[in-house]
């Protein structure tokens, strides 16, 4: 059974800076997608970045390109997330998932199989 646990939310204040890191367990293939998605409070989940695991490909939502970072860690287990120039509008719960065969960011993750339980991120201005 595939396990995402998400760390490193908080608060912070506009132009700052915070990492998310997802670990995963529970999995066994060498490719698989894992992706960040966000939903804030009365909006729709939306996609923020994609990581195709093995292939090395990514994809980001228009609303945060140039400003975070999806990347895998050392131990390939580890996704992370690196928001810089943060804005009030990033505030949101994130959400780490993973796919073994789709990997889309659009779509506010529905397709995706494996969720961890969120770490919330709040952005002051």
């Known amino acids: 059974q595939v396990q995402l646990v998400e760390s490193g939310g908080g608060s912070v204040q506009a132009g700052g800076s915070l990492r998310l890191s997802c670990a995963a367990s529970?999995?066994?293939?060498?490719?698989?997608?894992m992706g960040w998605f966000r939903q804030a409070p009365g909006k729709e989940r939306e996609g923020v970045a994609v990581?195709?695991?093995?292939?090395?490909?990514?994809a980001y939502a228009d609303s945060v390109k140039d400003r975070f970072t999806i990347s895998q860690g050392n131990a390939k287990n580890t996704l992370y997330l690196q928001m810089n120039s943060l804005k009030p509008e990033d505030s949101a719960m994130y959400y780490c998932?993973?796919?073994?065969?789709?990997?889309?960011?659009?779509?506010?993750?529905?397709?995706?199989?494996?969720w961890g339980q969120g770490t919330q991120v709040t952005v002051s201005s």
């Open positions: 990581f195709y695991i093995g292939g090395g490909g990514t």
């Open positions: 529970g999995y066994t293939s060498s490719r698989y997608c």
């Open positions: 998932a993973l796919d073994l065969a789709y990997c889309s960011v659009s779509g506010g993750g529905r397709r995706f199989r494996d």
